[in-house]
């Protein structure tokens, strides 16, 4: 499975299903692998060691991206589109790092959508 999106899900959060405890998933970030059609989603926890699905009232906040790699790319790109992204991304003054997907990522948990126009601001 692919990573489809992040998501923050709520502290208190009711509607969890999962073979662990739901205190590993709620309140922080976690990988989104599958949105549902109706708002709710199947994350996967920040160790990589298990699952749980959530209703769409649990979700604090969530976006829709594609993972390539270190690389958050829009969502919905075929993967021609992704490569271009990449090329871009990685050929920008000062390059992409860890520390930029982190900001890609929380800037669009903060907007509820992808978000990475900083990217892209004029570079001195």
């Not at 990589?48 to 270190?70: I, L, P, R």
């Not at 969502?75 to 997907?101: C, H, V």
């Amino acid at each position: 499975m692919e990573v489809v999106g992040y998501a923050v899900i709520k502290k208190d959060a009711t509607t969890g299903t999962s073979h662990l405890p739901l205190t590993q998933f709620t309140g922080d970030r976690v990988r989104v692998m599958e949105f549902a059609e109706d708002g709710g989603v199947l994350v996967l926890n920040s160790e990589a060691t298990g699952m749980a699905m959530f209703d769409k009232c649990d979700v604090k906040t969530s976006f829709k991206c594609t993972v390539e790699g270190d690389i958050i790319c829009p969502p919905n790109y075929d993967i021609l589109k992704r490569f271009e992204y990449m090329a871009m991304a990685t050929s920008r003054k000062g390059g992409y790092n860890w520390q930029l997907k982190e900001m890609v990522i929380q800037a669009s948990l903060a907007k509820g959508k992808f978000h990475d126009s900083f990217l892209w601001a004029k570079q001195d």
